[in-house]
């Protein structure tokens, strides 16, 4: 079971909540079960072809899963995946 | 008891003392050159690469610039008596083992003609005004200098702007550059705590620099009532030391970082929304751009504006506030900053989560070498606009 940090504006596919937990191996089979328990977040986190959408970044811990194996990076139990969408707000 | 004469007499014969002929070979060249002088002395001219341990300090602060007690260590004062005293000190007291005291101080060494350093100072308003900096060494006289040097330009005098415009303001930075389109609006002064109720309706460009210059008159101002586009950026950033980015939507988010990468300016950026906030420095080549960490800009659902949404007016105020700190970390050049790391900030959990942040070896932008980019391509940007709206 890994801890997977919800952003401001994915929380309200979520629910509202701000830390998911979720199973898998790997960080795709992760993100896979929270999009099978929250559909919402489906089309925010992966492309039609069901790959990470790019404008998605994903940390496995502190780590960009980017500079590891991508989804199939392994996921220990206790990790912290943090999903960090681009953010522009200044004003 | 002796005479203070005798004294000193004293203490010469027990400590050693060089001539400023054998010490004029020793600058530069790694040994420490100590100047035990006052503060308003050492300003008024000294030894070049001398370090200033005012003899009031000199057990608390020598192994600031001597920590190595077997190191060879010269102190000099004006005439040699109070070096001589000190370097009793350091000898006697504080176990150094080859130190020397010059002999006829600052006085005989510049009566000879050897070279001198006479720094630029600080006017009696200024050390006044900005005596806690000066006494912290991280900052101290070199780093004000370099604060007052300093051209900083600030996007946007909003949210994030305001508290930096403010601060930076407030530390003495030299020349604050400030862009921004907009007039000030009632429902900004939740948060954009440069402008005042007085000033709704005035562009915030004008109500910014009241506040600056009622804050500091040393800071040069310099207004840009525009938005920045791929037309005027280069003009506009050219020459700033720091860009400080508070800009609320993706394409100039993009056109920053390619035109800051292009002229080698590091941007400190930072972006809120709700309670939460980013903030990381991008140092065009010593570490990653925006674009190395966000290839491509989110679809317009996932990237909605604190105009839309909202945000804790507080908010701005503390990430604004973080961005200041690395502004000056950088120009100071202390400490470490916040170069190749983003940290995020949640403030109703009132916890921060590091990331870190990678070079892309494949950078459409930082990845080249921007002497290699022809003069045809260099200010020439895609239209950012169109290519936000098709990714949206």
Known sequence: MATVRIPPVLRPSVGGEREVSADGANVGEVLDSLASAHPDTRGQLFGEGGELNRYVNVYLNDEDVRVLDGLDTTVSEGDTLVILPAMAGGS | ?392
């Open chain 2, 1 to 392: 008891m002796p005479s203070g004469a005798e004294f000193i007499r004293q203490i010469k014969s027990e400590i050693d003392e060089v001539d400023p002929s054998d010490v004029k070979p020793l600058v530069n060249n790694g040994v420490a050159i100590v100047d035990v002088r006052e503060t308003d002395e050492f300003v008024a001219g000294h030894l070049p690469g001398a370090k200033h341990v005012p003899r009031a300090y000199l057990e608390q602060r020598i192994e600031g610039v001597a920590p190595d007690r077997s190191q060879r260590v010269v102190l000099y004062c004006a005439s040699g008596n109070r070096s001589a005293l000190a370097a009793h000190t350091l000898i006697k007291d504080l176990g150094y083992e080859n130190v020397q005291s010059m002999t006829g101080g600052y006085t005989l060494w510049k009566d000879r003609g050897y070279d001198v350093v006479v720094p630029r100072s600080l006017s009696p308003e200024q050390r006044e005004r900005y005596s806690r900096h000066l006494l912290v060494p991280e900052v101290g006289l070199e780093g004000q200098m370099k604060l007052l040097d300093a051209k900083v330009l600030c996007l946007g005098a909003g949210g994030l702007g305001s508290p930096i415009a403010l601060y930076l303001a407030a530390a003495g930075v030299g020349t604050l550059g400030i862009v921004d389109d907009d007039v000030v609006d009632l429902s900004n002064l939740q948060r954009q705590v440069i402008h005042t109720t007085a000033g709704i309706g005035t562009p915030k460009v004008d109500s910014a620099e009241a506040a600056v210059k009622d804050l500091n008159p040393d800071v040069n101002v310099v207004k840009y009532q525009t938005r920045l586009d791929a037309s005027n950026i280069m003009e506009i950033i050219e020459g700033y030391d720091v860009i400080v980015d508070g800009v609320d939507n993706f394409p100039t988010r993009y056109l920053l970082n390619d035109a800051s990468v292009r002229l080698g300016i590091p941007v400190v950026s930072a972006a809120i929304l709700g309670f939460e906030g980013q903030l990381s420095v991008f140092a065009p080549h010593d570490g990653p751009c925006y674009r190395c960490l966000f290839p491509v800009p989110p679809p317009a659902e996932l990237a909605p504006s604190c105009g839309a949404n909202g945000v804790l007016g507080v908010l701005p105020g503390t990430m604004g506030l973080l961005q200041a700190t690395e502004v000056i970390k950088l120009i100071t050049g202390s400490g470490t900053p916040l170069i190749g790391r983003l940290l995020m900030y949640d403030a109703l959990d009132a916890t921060t989560t590091e990331l870190k942040v990678r070079r892309d070896p494949e950078c459409p932008i930082c990845s080249r070498d921007p002497e290699d980019i022809s003069d045809d391509e260099m200010g020439v940007f895609p239209d950012y606009e169109a290519f936000c709206a098709a990714a949206g």
